[in-house]
């Protein structure tokens, strides 16, 4: 899709701009290696979608945007590491601590981690002048970033309830949650987003739905491509009792469209015939 394409190359040159400052440290170039070019930049084709949706200029959202991507990308170099997954390949090449070594890789993460929300934070102040609004925000950010904590711990547990399992699922990709409800929050002292409370709600079911429904097709990817698709080994989460081992295989490509379709219809809620359902389409069906 051509649109993705162009849509990839301007975030890319905006994460080429937010981490261009001056660092000799090996964990400054450890953090430049992790986060691209190679990368889908999923959550940011959404997030830049809804935002312009709302009637923002995407040119004022991509400080966000860089954000979205540099904590995604830490929780990434976490994720891979031997005490975590232990996974040697990401994006078809060597994962951050196998290129760089585990010291090295986590001073990366903390990099990344740190920038991301440093640079969400100053985005918020940039767009709202209102103390309360602000505020609202920045505990969004938080608590979104300690559930990706919780995910990641649940996501470890072996012998995980149902409702573990569906909370894991949802905490880990709860960055998508984030980025589809961001954009009403910085533009709500917008005069032309009277409804934006409504829309708000309809993101945040978005944002859900989205969520759950990526690791889902996570999960399938992981025993139905190979690693030329991927970027990264498949069947490596056989042991951790994924939402395919639990429910089987059909059950959660009927799970993954209907959650795709409910994205759909609230997506057509706001606009109708827009570019984003073709993202999400590509999103949720494209190996990748």
């Known amino acids: 899709m051509k649109y993705i394409q162009q849509q990839v190359k301007l975030i890319n040159e905006a994460i080429e701009f937010y981490l261009r400052q001056p660092n000799n440290g090996k964990f400054f170039e450890a953090s430049r290696y992790t986060i691209g070019p190679e990368?889908?930049?999923?959550?940011?084709?959404?997030?830049?979608?809804?935002?312009?949706?709302?009637?923002?200029?995407?040119s004022?959202?991509?400080?966000?945007i860089v954000g979205i991507e540099c904590i995604h990308h830490a929780s990434l170099i976490f994720d891979d590491l031997p005490c975590m997954d232990n996974s040697p390949m990401r994006k078809g090449k060597p994962t951050t601590h196998i290129q760089y070594g585990e010291d090295i890789a986590i001073l990366a993460g903390l990099h990344l981690w740190e920038t991301g929300r440093?640079?969400?934070?100053?985005?918020?102040?940039?767009?709202?002048?209102?103390?309360?609004?602000?505020?609202?925000?920045?505990s969004i950010i938080h608590k979104t970033i300690v559930g990706m904590?919780?995910?990641?711990?649940?996501?470890?547990k072996e012998n995980k309830t149902d409702e573990e399992l569906f909370n894991s699922i949802y905490q880990k990709n709860r960055m998508f949650h984030l980025i589809c409800v961001l954009p009403a929050y910085l533009l709500k002292?917008?005069?032309?987003?009277?409804?934006?409370?409504?829309?708000?709600?309809?993101?945040?079911e978005i944002g859900i739905n989205l969520s759950v429904s990526y690791q889902l097709f996570d999960d399938l990817r992981d025993i139905e491509r190979n690693p030329i698709e991927t970027g990264k080994p498949v069947h490596v989460d056989k042991g951790k009792r994924t939402s395919v081992y639990r429910y089987g295989?059909?059950?959660?490509?009927?799970?993954?469209?209907?959650?795709?379709?409910?994205?759909?219809?609230?997506?057509?809620?706001?606009?109708?015939n827009s570019?984003?359902?073709?993202?999400?389409?590509?999103?949720?069906s494209i190996p990748s």
């Open 149 to 156: 904590l919780v995910g990641q711990e649940l996501d470890l």
């Open 60 to 64: 004022n959202f991509m400080k966000s």
């Open 275 to 284: 570019r984003l359902e073709k993202i999400i389409e590509h999103i949720l």
């Open 39 to 58: 990368g889908h930049r999923y959550r940011s084709l959404v997030g830049l979608e809804i935002y312009k949706m709302l009637q923002g200029n995407p």
């Open 249 to 272: 295989v059909e059950e959660v490509k009927q799970q993954i469209g209907e959650r795709k379709q409910k994205i759909i219809e609230k997506i057509r809620e706001i606009q109708e």
């Open 118 to 138: 440093q640079l969400l934070y100053e985005n918020s102040r940039e767009h709202l002048s209102n103390l309360k609004l602000i505020d609202e925000v920045e």
């Open 189 to 204: 002292q917008k005069k032309y987003l009277t409804q934006l409370n409504e829309i708000g709600k309809i993101l945040d």
